[in-house]
């Protein structure tokens, strides 16, 4: 059994990394947040410590190791400008991190936690999880199988309706978030990387605090690509049934169905890394640096390959 502590314990992804605690037979020591609502707990681990202010927190894993009762995993699912912090805390006392995404916000971020894991002995693990996702394996080893040469057309489009507080708290600011590509897309960015090698490419058709869109080209793909937490952009079938989220990912024409599958994903995850099989700091390179060029490129006003749904943002 090893013990965890978990920073961010009242946010939005934090049960399914207690959950995942909880299910590979791990146990939480200690969470932190600076927010109080966080009686999720009481259904995993009840008998955890909280604290509500980071120095509590430091100072308690500082009793801990005292006591001989090290911990051996940090898991971090702080907002996204704080992760690099929270994660050098935890390598500076000798802690393995278990980390959401995005793991950083920049690339030189990543060359900081390299150093950091060099020089203190612990390593960073990141949740990449479609990398797990059993219908991506699947197109992946299709596009590996696929004759030398192919390069697929794929569109991925992503629409989730966020309300007025998404702007005024700390995802709504580019620099704590990284700006909506990277809070809502920087893991499709990850898979894209994953099943269609190097980006060769990487064009930005629009982007303001709501939407952005664009080209990728990678090895074996040329994507367009349009994210959005606007519900004016939602297709007239998914607001007829009252659904807030639109997911599509089409190659070739052929829908890509993955809108299952993710109920576990995170606890193997968990698995993985408590099996030395983590995605480790390296790992995340193509996807931050993705989306750090979406974040700062110019924008290309008169695009050959722009996505479908383009003319919903450029009048």
Known sequence: MKNFALIGAAGYIAPRHLKAIKDTGNNLLVAMDVNDSVGIMDSHFPEAEFFTEFEAFSAYVEDLKLQGRKLDYIAVCSPNYLHLPHMKFALQNGIDVICEKPLVLRTADLDTLLRYEATYGAKVNSILQLRLHPSILALREKVQNAPAGKVFD??????????????????GFDEKSGGVATNIGVHFYDMLHFIFGSIVKNEVHYRD????????EYERARVRWFLSIDADHLPANAVKGEKLTYRSITIEGEELEFSGGFTDLHTQSYQRVLEGKGYGTEDNRAAIATVEVIRTAPITTSPDNPHPLLVKVRV
């Open 154 to 171: 794929v569109d991925l489009t992503y629409l989730t309706s966020r309300g007025k507080w998404y702007l005024k708290s700390w995802k």
């Open 209 to 216: 605090e709501k939407t952005a869109a664009g080209y990728l």
